[in-house]
């Protein structure tokens, strides 16, 4: 069973602080995808990263792909409240292209 | 608005009912996927389609069926409904049937109550 973990599972922080979310498998990725997800609405892409050691930055997010495409992060510098959501890797095994979902994090950033 | 429609918004119905999902992919996109998402969980693959075939199933229950129609839209159909049938219900599409850069785009989701 391909497994894509994701951690923290929840996350409450004030604004201002820096938060790192992590994705881990031991499944190889041709891609992996970050998704945003806001109440009442479905998930929204904020980035693909396809290389190994890829470095994408959005804004105050930095997402890195992991050297052997086995995991990935997403780091917020100065987390605002507008940030406060349901963060979703999903993986696209090199094997099959089946897309593989990590269970998500939720984050909330406090006033 | 990532242009995927999902009908209805909510349901709410009972336990041994029937209902149908409605899905709009976004215009050009060949390919729909449905998946189940329950209180502040991640999404539960259930079914793939591209272009009117069934291309993947995940843990889609027998109780639950789909298609997808000439015109690209798709319907979910879940039967004999018991209470941890539940969930959030989301339909998103995307260009292809796989491929690195396929972005899924979903639709604000179908809530479903089974009571």
């Known amino acids: 069973t391909q497994l894509l973990e994701q951690s923290p599972q929840f996350l409450s922080i004030q604004e201002g602080e820096n938060l790192t979310v992590y994705c881990n498998s031991s499944?190889?990725?041709?891609?992996l995808q970050w998704y945003r997800q806001e109440p009442g609405e479905g998930p929204v892409l904020l980035v693909t990263?396809?290389?190994g050691g890829e470095v994408k930055k959005l804004k105050r997010l930095t997402f890195q792909f992991g050297d052997a495409r086995k995991d990935s992060s997403l780091h917020i510098t100065a987390a605002q409240p507008g940030d406060t959501g349901l963060y979703l890797c999903?993986?696209?095994?090199?094997?099959?292209?089946?897309?593989?979902w990590g269970a998500g994090t939720k984050l909330i950033i406090k006033p | 608005d990532s242009g995927v429609t999902q009908t209805p918004k909510h349901l709410i119905t009972a336990t041994g009912q029937r209902v149908t999902l409605r899905c709009s992919p976004r215009s050009g996109d060949l390919s729909v996927y449905w998946y189940q998402q329950s209180l502040d969980q991640g999404l539960q693959f259930l079914i793939q389609?591209?272009?009117?075939?069934?291309?993947a199933k995940g843990n889609i229950l027998e109780r639950f069926s789909a298609q997808q129609f000439p015109d690209l839209h798709s319907e979910l159909n879940l039967s004999s409904l018991e209470l941890g049938d539940s969930a959030l219900y989301f339909c998103?599409?995307?260009?292809?049937?796989?491929?690195?850069?396929?972005?899924?785009?979903f639709g604000n989701g179908t809530r479903l109550t089974v009571t």
């Open positions: 999903a993986g696209m095994l090199d094997s099959n292209y089946q897309l593989i």
């Open positions: 990263v396809v290389t």
């Open positions: 998103a599409s995307t260009a292809q049937a796989q491929g690195i850069n396929s972005p899924l785009h």
């Open positions: 499944s190889v990725f041709s891609s």
């Open positions: 389609y591209y272009n009117g075939e069934e291309r």
